[in-house]
């Protein structure tokens, strides 16, 4: 299973930035996040069956958005009114979860993409 990261940047604080991940099949795909010197955390999750079944971290509620493009096995992550706390590497995963159980631990997920960092800073 390949995954491919893509989208990353350096954006100012208040702008917008939007993440892809290609998968080399169709999954429950997560994204997560390590900033310097912290753990990898959970940011959001999609279910392998519904696109709408999807779980946000506290942090980026209603400010990201996770979307799936089943036909291409692509997520995207459009991330909205980025902060400097949203600073990090971020990473895709994939797990093996059919249905519309959403993936929350980095335990759950057994694949991982390459990572891309997002900076966010004026």
């Known amino acids: 299973v390949q995954l491919q990261a893509s989208g990353g940047g350096l954006v100012q604080p208040g702008g917008s930035l939007r993440l892809s991940c290609a998968a080399s099949?169709?999954?429950?795909m997560g994204w997560f996040r390590q900033a310097p010197g912290k753990e990898r955390e959970f940011v959001v999750g999609?279910?392998?069956?519904?696109?709408?079944?999807?779980t946000y971290a506290a942090p980026v509620n209603g400010r990201f958005t996770i979307s799936r493009d089943t036909a291409k096995n692509t997520i995207y992550l459009q991330m909205n009114r980025l902060k400097p706390e949203d600073t990090a590497v971020y990473y895709c995963?994939?797990?093996?979860?059919?249905?519309?159980?959403?993936?929350?631990?980095?335990?759950?997920?057994?694949?991982w993409g390459q990572g891309t960092q997002v900076t966010v800073s004026s």
């Open positions: 999609i279910s392998f069956r519904d696109a709408t079944a999807t």
């Open positions: 099949g169709r999954f429950a």
């Open positions: 995963a994939a797990a093996e979860t059919g249905g519309s159980y959403v993936n929350r631990e980095s335990r759950e997920y057994r694949y």
